[in-house]
């Protein structure tokens, strides 16, 4: 199978999102004028600084011909996965649930972090098993996701709350210490901690290693 | 049509920046300064100003946590510095 990963001016973990990706499957960048996906099984939408994250973050990467495609293939059911500015990108996108907000504490994190895994069914956390505890770092300005209460609820109620940070680890002020979220049918799933940063022993963790066998896992599955 | 669009986090959002500077005031001798707000404000010019409310609901502003507010835009006679005699 293979992936296809995002790149917008002022990307910046593209490279790193593609050598997680190889781990498991084929990679490719999509440059973000690109107005296809043909050949690609699973996207997935990277951290970094789209576009100076001018206005909002995610705000103007949202228009960009490649996202067209990608909210088609999203509606197909193809494996969609954001991280970071890809899950503030997929929020303003409207492919998503809720907003980010500036940090409670304005400062830029760039830490360890765990999660636990709420919801092991999406496209994204298959290969996880329910109430797991995963190591990835976070490294962010805007990543306090924030939904009205009644949304929150409605979430809740729906298993779309993917990812929770652990107990007393929430590090930017998220409602319900929400760290990821997935759309109705579970193919579309965005997360503000880093899994392409932690898919070799050498940074300290492996964890992130099972969202791309997810995604991959997913891809075939799909085909077949 | 000229216009202003103030965009500001909407009531009950936690809004860190209003707070950093609010906490800011009392150190430069300002007392008796609360509920500070800090939003952002976009000067334009369209050439269809029924367009306007489309535009900031789907650009501008996120309608999820922000409120938005277009103001006609008076003169540029108000708009400090639009004489060029102040800028440096």
């Given at each position: 199978?293979?992936?296809?990963?995002l790149q917008f001016p002022g990307s910046?973990?593209?490279?790193?999102?593609?050598?997680?990706?190889?781990?498991?499957?084929?990679?490719?960048?999509?440059?973000?004028?690109?107005?296809?996906?043909?050949?690609?099984?699973?996207?997935?939408?990277?951290?970094?600084?789209?576009?100076?994250?001018?206005?909002?973050?995610?705000?103007?990467?949202?228009?960009?011909?490649?996202?067209?495609?990608?909210?088609?293939?999203?509606?197909?059911?193809?494996?969609?996965?954001?991280?970071?500015?890809?899950?503030?990108?997929?929020?303003?996108?409207?492919?998503?649930?809720?907003?980010?907000?500036?940090?409670?504490?304005?400062?830029?994190?760039?830490?360890?972090?765990?999660?636990?895994?709420?919801?092991?069914?999406?496209?994204?956390?298959?290969?996880?098993?329910?109430?797991?505890?995963?190591?990835?770092?976070v490294k962010h300005m805007s990543g306090?996701?924030?939904?009205?209460?009644?949304?929150?609820?409605?979430?809740?109620?729906?298993?779309?709350?993917?990812?929770?940070?652990?107990?007393?680890?929430?590090?930017?002020?998220?409602?319900?210490?929400?760290?990821?979220?997935?759309?109705?049918?579970?193919?579309?799933?965005?997360?503000?901690?880093?899994?392409?940063?932690?898919?070799?022993?050498?940074?300290?963790?492996?964890?992130?290693?099972a969202l791309f066998a997810s995604l991959?896992?997913?891809?075939?599955?799909?085909?077949? | 049509?000229?216009?202003?669009?103030?965009?500001?986090?909407?009531?009950?959002?936690?809004?860190?920046?209003?707070?950093?500077?609010?906490?800011?005031?009392?150190?430069?001798?300002?007392?008796?300064?609360?509920?500070?707000?800090?939003?952002?404000?976009?000067?334009?010019?369209?050439?269809?100003?029924?367009?306007?409310?489309?535009?900031?609901?789907?650009?501008?502003?996120?309608?999820?946590?922000?409120?938005?507010?277009?103001?006609?835009?008076?003169?540029?006679?108000?708009?400090?510095?639009?004489?060029?005699?102040?800028?440096?």
């Open positions: 199978m293979r992936f296809g990963v910046c973990d593209e490279r790193d999102a593609v050598l997680a990706c190889e781990r498991v499957g084929e990679a490719e960048l999509v440059w973000h004028e690109r107005e296809d996906l043909d050949g690609i099984d699973a996207v997935v939408i990277p951290g970094g600084f789209s576009y100076g994250d001018y206005l909002r973050a995610g705000a103007i990467a949202r228009f960009a011909p490649a996202m067209e495609a990608v909210a088609l293939f999203a509606e197909d059911g193809g494996p969609v996965l954001g991280i970071c500015n890809g899950f503030q990108v997929l929020c303003e996108a409207g492919l998503l649930p809720g907003a980010l907000l500036p940090n409670d504490g304005l400062r830029f994190l760039c830490r360890q972090v765990e999660l636990e895994v709420v919801n092991a069914s999406t496209a994204a956390t298959a290969s996880c098993e329910p109430g797991e505890r995963l190591s990835v770092p306090r996701w924030f939904a009205p209460p009644e949304l929150l609820a409605d979430l809740e109620r729906n298993d779309q709350i993917v990812f929770r940070y652990a107990p007393g680890q929430n590090p930017n002020g998220s409602v319900a210490d929400v760290a990821g979220v997935c759309n109705e049918r579970g193919n579309v799933v965005g997360l503000m901690p880093h899994p392409e940063h932690a898919v070799d022993p050498l940074t300290g963790s492996d964890d992130g290693l991959a896992q997913r891809a075939v599955t799909a085909v077949a | 049509m000229k216009a202003r669009v103030l965009i500001r986090p909407k009531e009950g959002i936690l809004d860190p920046q209003g707070k950093a500077v609010e906490r800011a005031l009392p150190a430069l001798g300002f007392e008796g300064v609360s509920q500070v707000r800090v939003g952002r404000m976009v000067e334009l010019e369209a050439e269809n100003g029924a367009d306007l409310k489309r535009l900031c609901e789907q650009l501008l502003a996120n309608p999820l946590v922000e409120d938005y507010e277009i103001l006609p835009a008076t003169s540029s006679a108000s708009r400090p510095g639009a004489s060029g005699s102040d800028e440096v």
